[in-house]
């Protein structure tokens, strides 16, 4: 290095001052709210869990410092830094500013004024309306939502971009591999910025990578990778800037891994023992602010009182912030259930009609016509493609093959391969892109080929996507529906025979639907689309052939609404999918005993038509409840204590539970149909509970 | 509408009468409770009252007549000129399947009080404990007035579900809804009262007719002198009338009479009351606590929770205390029964007692509220009575007199202080139980209202 004037960063890197001051000045909001963090978790006014990102600012300043104000990041529990330099970056007023950090600060602090009313917290903070989609608890859990989101810029033809943060731990997740390969492979306009700070939680890098250089493995990807020093607020700007104007032309997307340290432990309880004393000062002679204004001020871009009056100007702004967030209230208990759901958009004329047109179309006639239930999901998916630009479908062999059961067949040809989109093996990233992509405006249908897979894709479906609008304060909706199908009937085995809606159920913020006929399954999706909640809908593979009338109108079928298949008045027979069929044919069989059977399809399990149940209830007195979940945790486990809690004192006798077998589905014939409800079974039910 | 008048059957031992007077005249106008005719039988002249409102349309046995019971004596029209054609044609004999077929000294007419041997109607008496019935069914049950203790279960494990109940109300005879209430007001079991109605429907007339007045004859002498007020001896206070004189004759009453220093037990009430009334919406009072205590001493003292087989042959003793408690109502007196008394806390005691006096005072009374007493307390304490003689509730073997709780001047350690002083007067039948026995029982109860806290010791 020559001795002489030290070089100009502002003009290396086309800076003005103002530009420099303001990097300067995020990069000391953000230390100083941690250290402010800090100081309020010691004092046990901070609740919870708070990942401190001191140490690390030049990375978030720096890449956030390209960006126009529509562009999107996502971010990670250890996001504070994301955060703050997104929404310091498009303040751009004082007040602007102010009341910003205010927002964060009170966030943090659990109060109704901050960004997410409260509700997110530390690690899921947010600010969707601007553009920050959102910071998540789950290491690695952002990343196939940045992805989708990308995806989303894609097919609406924006020429924004995604900045997605997480750290070198969460370069070991499945969601990384997925997603990269995803977005490289679409070359979706996402910048995937690792922050390697050395270690996760307390494992270094060096006992969790195989290759300890992140920024390598892109090649894996079909995406160019760098490393680069993250602690140099001037180097990162101009990496992200190049990558991020590589998306924006439609390039495809970029890895960079910035190499920086985090001051505080993992988080308060951290006694940091698994690194050295001499490593931490090491780091820390590269604190990127001191290092940032001595080249500022060296080369005589900018003055130290300059320098100094800003520190001062950040001191005093996080003490109004401090007190803003102290002296906010903390969120009503009365307001606990608010923003779980979207509200329902259905009005008192689509029950109606919904109806009307079942009574017609149990009989069929003019203005219906007779279909399968495959074709009746397909028509349904076409009609609000059709209807709407932003609905698109992805998941495997969806696309030319027409779908593992059929039921997307003809859409590619009329749609094409961008709307009607073959994905990867890669669940996970099919349900998370479908929740970035949601996020960001489109309203996916991604398909899940069998509910046994959706154990895969449970993280990004339910922490994800069922949790982000609560989270982040009801201040966004995520419009998209899963669709899968399960059941059993073909000895195909454990693997491709459950039916595990129970698990979907558990879940606040996602709805659960199951049709058993071509009219319910084409009203009950397209309602499915039209809602602005994730849906979970559920098939049933040996439905798919059978036949039914729909209308030939459009028509949506309200969410909530059981159907009253078979009246009766000795017994209620409560259930869903196939098993409504098999209901069927027990009443039928037993009507000749002088046995009346009353059968209610529930259509969706969530919400639940606890009206239509509770009548039967009065009525009858006795129900069997049949489902083909296992047993154990079934769904009508749930079903009979909400009975017991309701309609308690109209029961004659205990509720029965006709279900399959705690048993992994098996294949050979004579097993498989003795682990599922047959109608015999369902017979003897139903004899039990008239005893 | 007619409503045939036959001679009834007044006295265990009587077969005939003769009619001594007719004292409404055919074709005289008739209301309910207006006497028709004098009978003569063996032992006495007695008075029959009409029990259809209408018209003597005739006259079908003259005076001086003897015609064996239960002959067809009249009619009574609804209307003057109603047609009777159909009896001009038959002779006198038609007997009716109306009137209550037992005599009045047999007839297991439920009053108040007086616990019923289970009849045939009325189903197994379970013994108090754990009844199982489905939900349902209690919810029925409840609705229609059941009590689930008479109802056989057939659901799984002997559960009583909703048919049972169902089943149990089709067996029973049908009334009337007015029937059924009368016979919760007069406490009279519709199992014992035959139906006058369509398809032996029960009427009410049926109810008042099942009781019948036993009445000596009266000299002539009383009549010249005006009454400035009449109050015909029917219903509840005939049955009271009937009731007390038969009590009064047939036991060998003997009253013993106590004072307790009630000056702890008012101070336990109190303290209770401070507790308790906020939680439970009401104050326990004087009467539950002590009926608590009454329970359950009786339960320690079987030979006085007993009472006289009804052919008087067998002192049958019972490990079970129904407790009746004597309440005035705008009726007259009646006696709710709180069930297992002697295994109730104090809350569902008190509880069950608020109940059945708030329908007794309405005269909603259900039939079952008023019947199977097995000891009855009576307090009129509140009218500033200390001692008194009570007749006994029979069949049970004795009453408890309650007195006021009086401020007074005690000895105590040989200084006079003042004390809360309580009289209480134990009547028995001293053909049931000796005076000793009784007064160890009396002296018991003293001893658990001067020192409360001994209830815990209890079993």
Redesign the interface.
């Known amino acids: 290095m020559s001795k002489g004037k030290p070089i100009d960063p502002l003009e290396t890197y086309g800076l003005t001052k103002e530009k420099a001051l303001d990097l300067l000045r995020q990069m000391w909001e953000i230390r100083m709210f941690e250290e402010r963090v800090y100081d309020l978790l010691g004092q046990n006014v901070i609740k919870g869990a708070s990942h401190l990102y001191a140490g690390q600012e030049a990375v978030a300043v720096g890449a956030m410092s390209v960006l126009r104000d529509d562009d999107l990041i996502t971010s990670t529990h250890r996001g504070h830094g994301h955060c703050h330099a997104r929404g310091a970056g498009i303040a751009h007023t004082e007040e602007a500013k102010q009341e910003h950090y205010n927002k964060m600060m009170a966030e943090l602090c659990g109060r109704e004024t901050g960004y997410c009313l409260g509700r997110g917290g530390s690690m899921h903070i947010a600010d969707v309306e601007k553009g920050n989609l959102g910071a998540t608890g789950i290491v690695g859990g952002n990343i196939p939502v940045a992805t989708g989101a990308g995806l989303a810029q894609q097919m609406q033809r924006t020429d924004r971009v995604v900045l997605c943060f997480f750290g070198d731990g969460a370069s070991s997740t499945g969601n990384f591999h997925e997603s990269l390969n995803m977005a490289g492979l679409w070359k979706l306009p996402v910048v995937y910025i690792v922050e390697n700070n050395l270690y996760g939680m307390s494992v270094p890098i060096t006992k969790a990578a195989a290759k300890l250089d992140i920024g390598d493995r892109a090649c894996a990807y079909d995406m160019p990778g760098q490393v680069i020093n993250g602690m140099d607020v001037l180097a990162v700007r101009d990496a992200v800037g190049k990558a991020v104007e590589r998306a924006r032309q439609g390039k495809g997307p970029s890895l960079i891994e910035c190499q920086t340290y985090r001051w505080y432990g993992h988080s308060r309880s951290d006694p940091r023992k698994y690194r050295t004393k001499q490593e931490e000062a090491e780091w820390k002679s590269r604190d990127p602010i001191p290092s940032f204004t001595t080249r500022l001020v060296e080369s005589g871009a900018c003055t130290q009182a300059e320098i100094d009056a800003l520190e001062k100007k950040v001191e005093d702004a996080i003490e109004v912030a401090t007190k803003f967030a102290l002296s906010s209230p903390m969120p009503a208990a009365e307001g606990l259930e608010k923003f779980v759901y979207a509200p329902f958009q259905w009005t008192p004329a689509d029950y109606a009609h919904e109806r009307a047109l079942r009574v017609k179309c149990a009989t069929g006639g003019p203005g219906t016509q007779r279909i399968s239930f495959w074709q009746a999901i397909r028509d349904a998916l076409r009609e609000e493609m059709l209807r709407d630009p932003k609905v698109f479908v992805m998941g495997e062999d969806i696309g030319l093959y027409g779908g593992a059961y059929g039921a997307t067949r003809g859409l590619f040809d009329e749609f094409g391969e961008e709307r009607v989109r073959d994905t990867p093996i890669s669940e996970a990233t099919i349900g998370g892109a479908a929740v970035g992509a949601a996020m960001a405006g489109m309203r996916p249908v991604a398909e899940i080929m069998y509910v046994d897979f959706t154990p895969l894709a449970m993280d990004q479906i339910a922490n994800q996507g069922a949790k982000n609008r609560y989270m982040f304060g009801g201040k966004t909706i995520v419009p998209m529906v899963i669709r899968t199908e399960g059941g059993a009937g073909r000895s195909i085995a454990a693997h491709h025979s459950q039916s595990l809606e129970a698990l979907w159920t558990h879940f606040p913020g996602i709805y659960v639907v199951m049709p058993s006929t071509p009219f319910d399954a084409k009203g009950l999706l397209k309602a499915a689309i039209r809602d602005d909640n994730p849906v979970m809908f559920i098939e049933h593979k040996m439905l798919y052939g059978v036949e039914g009338h729909v209308p030939d109108e459009d028509y949506v079928i309200p969410f909530g609404v059981a159907d009253v298949k078979r009246e009766g008045s000795d017994v209620t027979l409560i259930t869903y999918s196939r098993m409504v069929l098999r209901a069927l044919e027990a009443a039928k069989k037993l009507a000749e005993e002088g046995i009346s059977a009353e059968v209610i399809d529930l259509r969706t399990l969530k919400p639940l038509d606890m009206e239509t149940i509770a009548a039967s209830v009065k009525k009858t007195g006795r129900v069997v409840g049949v489902s083909e979940g296992y047993k154990t945790g079934s769904f009508i486990s749930e079903l009979a204590m909400r009975i017991q809690e309701e309609v308690f004192d109209w029961l004659d006798a205990p509720v029965v539970r006709v279900a399959a077998a705690d048993v992994p589905v098996p294949m050979a014939e004579t097993l498989e149909d003795a682990a599922i409800p047959s109608v015999d079974a369902i017979i003897a039910g139903i004899k039990q509970v008239l005893r | 509408m007619i409503t045939e008048v036959i001679l009834p059957k007044l006295g265990q031992t009587m077969e005939e009468g003769s009619i001594v007077e007719w004292i409404k005249k055919e074709g005289d106008a008739v209301n309910r409770g207006d006497i028709l005719f004098t009978v003569e039988s063996d032992k006495a002249v007695l008075e029959v009252e009409a029990t259809a409102r209408g018209y003597l349309r005739r006259i079908l046995v003259r005076e001086g007549q003897k015609v064996p019971v239960l002959t067809l004596v009249a009619l009574i029209t609804r209307e003057a000129g109603e047609d009777i054609s159909s009896y001009e044609a038959s002779s006198s004999s038609a007997s009716m399947p109306g009137m209550a077929a037992q005599p009045a000294v047999e007839t297991p007419v439920t009053v108040p009080g007086v616990s019923l041997p289970a009849t045939a109607d009325a189903g197994p008496l379970h013994p108090p404990g754990r009844i199982f019935a489905?939900?349902?069914?209690?919810?029925t049950a409840q609705e229609k007035g059941v009590e689930l203790a008479h109802v056989a279960g057939t659901?799984?494990e002997g559960r009583i579900?909703?048919r049972d109940v169902l089943a149990y109300l089709a067996s029973r005879p049908k009334a009337t809804p007015m029937a059924v209430k009368t016979a919760g007001a007069l406490g009279v079991d519709l199992a014992a009262v035959g139906g006058s109605g369509v398809s032996g429907r029960i009427m009410r007339a049926d109810v008042e007719a099942a009781v019948p007045v036993v009445v000596p004859a009266v000299t002539p002498l009383l009549t010249e002198v005006p009454a400035a007020e009449s109050v015909p001896v029917t219903g509840l206070r005939r049955i009271i009338a009937e009731r007390m004189a038969n009590s009064h004759t047939t036991t060998a009453r003997v009253t013993l009479v106590t004072e307790a220093d009630a000056t702890s037990f008012v101070e336990a009430r109190e303290q209770l009351k401070a507790s308790v009334s906020e939680a439970w919406g009401f104050a326990p009072g004087f009467n539950d606590l002590l009926g608590l205590i009454v329970a359950r001493v009786l339960l320690e003292f079987p030979y006085m929770n007993a009472r006289l087989s009804a052919d008087g042959q067998t002192i049958q003793r019972l490990d079970y205390v129904n407790l009746g408690i004597a309440v005035d109502t705008e009726r007259g007196l009646l006696v709710p029964v709180i069930r297992d008394a002697g295994k109730k806390g104090l809350h569902a005691f008190a509880t069950e007692f608020r109940t059945l006096v708030e329908r007794a005072r309405a005269g909603k009374s259900l039939p079952d509220d008023l019947t199977g007493g097995t000891f009855t307390i009576t307090n009129l304490g509140m009218y500033d009575i200390d001692a008194f003689t009570p007749i006994i509730n029979l069949p049970e073997a004795a009453i408890l007199g309650v007195g006021r709780i009086l401020l007074k001047p005690a000895v105590r350690d040989g200084q006079v202080v003042p004390r809360q002083m309580w009289t209480l007067s134990l009547t028995f039948d001293h053909r049931l139980v000796d005076g000793a026995p009784a007064a160890r029982f009396l002296q018991r109860i003293k001893q658990l209202v001067e020192n409360p806290f001994l209830l815990l010791a209890m079993d």
């Open positions: 489905s939900p349902r069914a209690r919810k659901g799984p579900v909703e």
